[in-house]
């Protein structure tokens, strides 16, 4: 059974980290984008609804409705796009966690283990950088390839001197 496992994690080993950070850039995005196309008529056109929702339902403290909608609205169309370009990834990452903690805090804090998973994809991205997929590695924003002290070998280093199947 041990061994069945070590050529499994052997064989996952070999998933490229920049498919991982490729993904984990995508998916959060479009529920965020998929969010931003709801508050929008047309091309870019406000709805109504959109201002009454941030008037009425999500009502956040310090800023007005009129502010928040708009903010909202803009920034779950351009961090979306820029993260899936992986175009100021990082940046564009901690903007989607600024406006998911203020969504957790202000408007809906049961929801938190929706939250926790869209902060949990969106963290690598911060800590890690986007990849080689993306506009930032192209245009030089990255430094290379995924930090030295990440590999699995370095991260049982750190941890201890037990390390399993070794």
């Known amino acids: 059974m041990k061994s069945i496992l070590l050529r499994a994690n052997a064989l996952f080993d070999r998933i ?8 984990l850039r995508v998916f959060p995005a479009m529920v965020f984008f998929q969010s931003g196309r709801t508050k929008v008529e047309g091309v870019f056109s406000i709805k109504d609804s959109t201002f009454f929702l941030f ?6 403290p310090v800023i007005s409705h009129e502010v928040a909608a708009v903010l909202a609205t803009v920034a779950e169309h351009a961090l979306p796009i820029l993260l899936i ?5 990082r940046l564009s990452a901690l903007g989607l ?6 969504i957790q805090i202000f408007v809906y804090p049961g929801a938190w283990i929706t939250h926790g998973l869209w902060i949990a994809a969106l963290l690598p991205i ?9 506009l930032d590695h192209l245009l030089g924003f990255e430094t290379g390839s995924p930090r030295a002290d990440l590999t699995p070998d370095a991260v049982w280093e750190q941890v201890g001197p037990a390390r399993p199947g070794g």
């Open 85 to 89: 370009a992986g175009l100021f990834s």
């Open 97 to 102: 966690i600024v406006m998911t903690a203020v």
């Open 126 to 134: 911060l800590a890690h950088g986007p990849g080689r997929l993306s």
């Open 16 to 23: 490229p980290a920049d498919v991982v950070a490729l993904a």
């Open 55 to 60: 008037e009425h339902e999500y009502a956040l």
